[in-house]
């Protein structure tokens, strides 16, 4: 069974990451949807909280898991015994980080592949940081978010903001 490995910050899970997983499901047999805590990124939402929403989203696809991980993410590749790493490529303002970071975990851990797969171009402008400032403005969130991740994004605005 091929595994890939999806890792990210998740802050939270937008319409973006749902496509690059279903993509996903065509190249591996089972995705591992690892969330990082990123505390560099200062996350709006808690690590269980983005895992919680990650696994509300992706609840009706039986070959989706959900896990956290720590430390560095080829370490975990490797004690999971997965075949690959899955990115997602958005415009091209992704390529140099992402093609950095590939070739980084290609020099730690050889074996390991990282596997770009792109969005459904309705979606390859999206990022979670985009979405809070939409969300901060009272923007409609309905084309980019699952109804009860979008609640939940509101109400944690409201509450900073209060
Ligand atoms: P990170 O903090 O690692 O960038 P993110 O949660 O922002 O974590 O993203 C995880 C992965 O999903 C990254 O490869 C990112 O490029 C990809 N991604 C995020 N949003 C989209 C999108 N709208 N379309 C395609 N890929 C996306």
Redesign the pocket.
Known sequence: MKIGIY?????PI?H??T??ITRSLRVFDKVVVAVAP?PA?HPLFNLEERVDMVKLVMKDIGQVEVVTFEGLLVDYVQRSGAHGII????AIS?FEH?FQMALINRKLAKKVETVFLM?SEE??Y???TIIKDVATHGGSLTPFLHPDVARRLQERIRSLKS
């Open positions: 890792p990210g910050t998740f802050d937008t973006g990451h496509d690059i990123n990124k990115r997602g490529l958005r992704d992402e969005p979606y390859s999206l990022s979670s």
